[in-house]
């Protein structure tokens, strides 16, 4: 059993250490600051000192360095008790004398460890000391007056610390790489389950939308008109459902990484001209206007033919949906530089400045819009954007509100 004499200003602190160390065996005394540490000292018989640091009135240092001159106690091992915020405090422990240093948060097995260490190493013999040693370290000049023992049992617990702080480092990485791979897995089966939860109904979908067709069509008997008109009506929603489970698909495909553009050389003009085709139906119930501004037929872009058109086709749907009747919808595209740039603008309601960048993010709507009949599920956009980019181009938005939106999408011409 060894006395030890622990200096803390912190009475939790203080008690927490004596508790550790009486458990482990021994005796503790507790001093709150350093004078009162240095009376202890000069009367008590003891084995080793703790001592804090940072302490109002004397400093863990100098409650070492008065130990080991001023009362010449060399003898007395000190350990020193640091943050090790700074790394000078290891030079300044070996400048005072002290025998060792203990960083905190410390765990109980380690303090315990290393005053162990400390009591056996004092009772080997000691080489005799064959004075100071001057250093420089970060620029500050040190004297270090610490026996050769002393200096190597510090510089190797420093070792320790460094290989144990490594260990948790590493240990952390590691988890935080665990915990990012779990969470890629978890989007990817969130994704996949989209997919294949939106291919699944598709087919009954799309055999109510045959089956009401053949209804109309008059296939099984006679239809009446207002028969006539609820199968319009079911055939309708019929192929909103399947828009929106189409657009559902489409992302989940994405996200898992499962959609893949084939780019060849694309004639611009052939492609944009027969746009107007894809949305005849609301632009004639939209009562809206149609312009087409096309060039020359010879320029070609190199893209995926299939995407092109779906993006083109998400934007004008979207323009007819935001423009009022009597407005205005106008498909253009020019050649600017190695790019081809396409254009949809309408005269409709527009886009708050705010709302810009986040309406291209998935799920998102600027506001319940009036005709409910033609909702959608806030997808098209993130979709349209993030073909473009798989095809080495980008979508981006221009917007007034109350004025109109222009939409453009620019992607890369062929190579000559
Ligand atoms: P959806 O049309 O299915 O809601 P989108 O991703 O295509 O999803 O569009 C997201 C939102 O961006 C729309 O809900 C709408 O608020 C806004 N928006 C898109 N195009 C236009 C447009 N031409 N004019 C005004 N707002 C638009």
């Given at each position: 059993m060894s006395r030890i004499l622990i200096v803390e200003d912190s009475p939790t602190q203080a008690t927490l250490l004596a508790s550790l160390l009486t458990e482990a065996g021994h005796e503790v005394l507790t001093a709150r600051d350093g004078a009162s540490a240095l009376d202890i000292v000069e009367r008590e018989p003891l084995d080793l000192v703790m001592t804090d640091i940072v302490m109002p009135g004397l400093s863990?240092?100098?409650?070492?360095?008065?130990i080991k001159s001023d009362l010449?106690?060399?003898?007395?091992?000190?350990?020193?008790?640091?943050?090790?915020?700074?790394?000078r405090d290891l030079i300044r422990g070996l400048q005072c004398g002290a025998d060792n240093y203990i960083t905190k948060p410390y765990d109980a097995e380690r303090l315990v460890h290393r005053v162990e260490q400390v009591l056996a190493s004092r009772r080997r013999q000691r080489s005799p000391g064959n004075g100071a040693v001057r250093v420089e370290f970060?620029?500050?000049?040190?004297?270090?007056?610490?026996?050769?023992?002393?200096?190597l049992d510090l510089l190797v617990s420093s070792y320790e610390e460094l290989v144990r702080t490594n260990q948790v480092l590493a240990s952390r990485t590691e988890e935080a790489e665990e915990a990012r791979r779990e969470a890629e897995k978890a989007s990817r089966a969130k994704s996949e389950f989209l997919a294949m939860m939106s291919h699944e109904l598709r087919t009954p979908l799309n055999a109510i939308g045959g089956y009401a067709q053949l209804m109309e069509d008059g296939?099984?008997?006679?239809?009446?008109?207002?028969?006539?008109?609820?199968?319009?009506?079911?055939?309708?929603?019929?192929?909103?459902?399947l828009t929106l489970i189409n657009d559902v698909l489409?992302?989940?495909?994405?996200?898992?990484?499962?959609?893949?553009?084939?780019?060849?050389?694309?004639?611009?003009?052939?492609l944009l001209s027969g746009a107007e085709e894809?949305?005849?139906p609301?632009?004639?119930?939209?009562?809206?206007?149609y312009r087409y501004e096309g060039g020359d037929g010879g320029v070609t872009v190199y893209a995926d033919r299939e995407r092109v058109l779906q993006i083109i086709l998400n934007l004008l749907t979207n323009a007819t949906k935001f423009t009022d009747e009597g407005g205005e919808i106008r498909l253009s595209w020019r050649v600017a530089g190695d790019d081809v740039v396409i254009q949809v603008r309408d005269t409709g309601i527009g886009i708050p400045a705010e709302r810009l960048e986040?309406?291209?993010?998935?799920?998102?709507?600027?506001?319940q819009r009036r005709d409910t009949s033609r909702e959608g599920v806030g997808l098209g956009l993130a979709i349209s954007r993030e073909l473009a980019r798989a095809m080495g181009g980008e979508l981006t938005v221009e917007s007034e509100p109350g004025k109109g939106s222009t939409f453009t999408l620019r992607l890369p011409r062929s190579a000559s």
């Open positions: 863990g240092f100098e409650v070492c360095h008065r010449g106690r060399r003898d007395l091992p000190v350990v020193l008790l640091t943050g090790l915020s700074d790394p970060m620029g500050e000049t040190f004297d270090i007056g610490a026996e050769k023992e002393q200096i296939v099984n008997g006679p239809v009446t008109e207002p028969q006539r008109k609820s199968l319009a009506r079911i055939r309708r929603n019929q192929e909103h459902l489409n992302f989940a495909r994405m996200e898992s990484g499962r959609i893949t553009v084939q780019p060849t050389d694309v004639p611009v003009d052939a894809l949305v005849r609301q632009l004639e119930s939209r009562k809206l206007e986040t309406i291209f993010e998935p799920f998102v709507q600027v506001e």
